[in-house]
Structures are given as C-alpha cells and as structure tokens.
C-alpha cells in the first residue's frame, strides 16, 4: 500500500499579507513534515506538497482556519516515497508566470467545465450548443511531448509567458467552435483562458482541475500518454500511479 499522500492545489485570491501567508504555511508544513513547493503571491497560493496522509489531512484543515484557502479543490495521488527533496514555501510576484498586469484572476473567472461534461462533448465531438470542439493545451512542449489530449491543439512554446504570441496565429481556425483551454491542475488553463476572453476570443472555456482533475473523477478517455507533474515521480497516467515512458 502506498504510505505517501500527495496534493496539488492552487487558488487565485487576494493576499495582501504574502510574508505572513508565506512563514505561516511554513510553519505548518515544518510541523507536519511535510515536502514540496508552496508559491505565494499578491494573486494567490500554489502548492505541491508529499507527506504522510494524516500529515497531509492535518495540514489541509490547519489551511481551512483562513478564509482565503478554506474549500480548496485538491488533487491528491499516491506514491511509495516522498518525490520531493526538500520544502520551499517562497514569495513571488505570480504564483504562475505571464507578466500581464491586465489579469485580474483573484477577482475575475472564466467560466470552467466539469471533466464529465468534457467526456461527454470529447464522445460526440462538438458542445451541447453543437459548435466544433478545440481543446486548447496550455503547457510546453516538453508536457506536451509526455502525453495530451487526442487531437488537443499544442503549441510550440517552451514557457507560459510565450503563449499570448503563439496562439494568435490561430485566431481565425478558431471563430464560430468552442475553445476548452486546459493544463497540469488548472492554474495555467486559467490565466490563458481569463487572457483569451479579454483578448476577444469567443466561447473560451477552463478545463475544471486540468488533466489531473480530469483524471480523478472520469479516468482517461479521451488521452493519450501520461501527465507531467513537477516533482520525483515526472509524469502520472490515468490511474495517478507513475506512469512508465517509452
């Protein structure tokens, strides 16, 4: 029986007190011996955290005690070791790169789609409003190169920052069907998809959780490969086990 407990979680929220959020945190995690990565920022917290699972539980409801973070949505997965290090618990100034200020992702959202529904259309190849379905990968091309979507749209960028430009030169395919932008847990998919919406594209919606999230509650239909995640294990399947590359 696997006897590490691993979590992924993000959330866009107003953090005016990064510093606090930032010793607090470490200070639970120290606590509970806990590994990983914890990024926090003015737009909110982002975290990949390995520990026992009455650790990892014991954290998560230490984190409920702050309105910010109470009712996070988290992807968990096990494994046979800790696949991480050390802890890092940092302050940035976006807990996911892009460098546009114009996106406000604590206060504004596009609209997400639950993985059953995305089943759903991906099985009868167009939404319930019978628009041509794209779906929109959000990552680099390394992820992309371990495992996507069936036909997903992919870009050749090699950071989130260079998605703006990459995707322009796809405005026009895109008119008139239904984009589902969509990546790791969620964080990117929903940075591009608010930046999309703002830029004029029409019918942008996030896959709700990412890959991982899609994973969890319907399996996966639909993919092909594994999932890079960011720590020891490099890529999960379908099954969140480690997934073996060819």
Not at 12 to 38: E, H, M, N, P, Y
Request: charged share 25%; proline share 5%.
């Amino acid at each position: 029986m696997p006897s590490i407990l691993n979590i992924a979680a993000y959330r866009f929220v107003s953090i005016t007190d990064s510093d606090d959020v930032v010793a607090s945190v470490r200070a639970s995690c120290l606590a509970q011996d806990l590994k990983g990565t914890v990024l926090v920022a003015p737009e909110g917290i982002n975290l990949f955290l390995a520990g026992a699972p009455e650790a990892i539980h014991a954290f998560l409801a230490g984190m409920g005690d702050d309105a910010r973070f109470a009712g996070l949505q988290v992807k968990y997965s096990d494994s046979d070791s800790v696949p991480f290090k050390r802890l890092r618990v940092r302050r940035k100034r976006e807990i996911i790169t892009f460098r546009n200020e114009s996106l406000l992702p604590a206060t504004q959202r596009v609209p997400a789609l639950p993985p059953s529904t995305l089943r759903k259309w991906l099985q009868s190849g167009q939404d319930d409003a019978g628009r041509e379905l794209v779906l929109l990968d959000t990552r680099n091309r390394e992820e992309v190169a371990i495992g996507s979507f069936e036909g997903a749209l992919t870009l050749p960028i090699g950071k989130f920052t260079e998605l703006p430009e990459a995707l322009e030169a796809h405005r026009e395919t895109l008119q008139g069907k239904t984009v589902v932008s969509f990546c790791t847990g969620g964080i990117r998919c929903e940075k591009a998809a608010l930046w999309m919406q703002q830029a004029g594209y029409e019918n942008v919606l996030q896959l709700e959780g990412g890959i991982l999230g899609y994973f969890e509650q319907v399996g996966g239909e639909g993919y092909a490969g594994g999932c890079f995640v960011f720590d020891e294990r490099v890529a999960l399947g379908p099954d969140l086990r480690p997934w073996a590359m060819p």
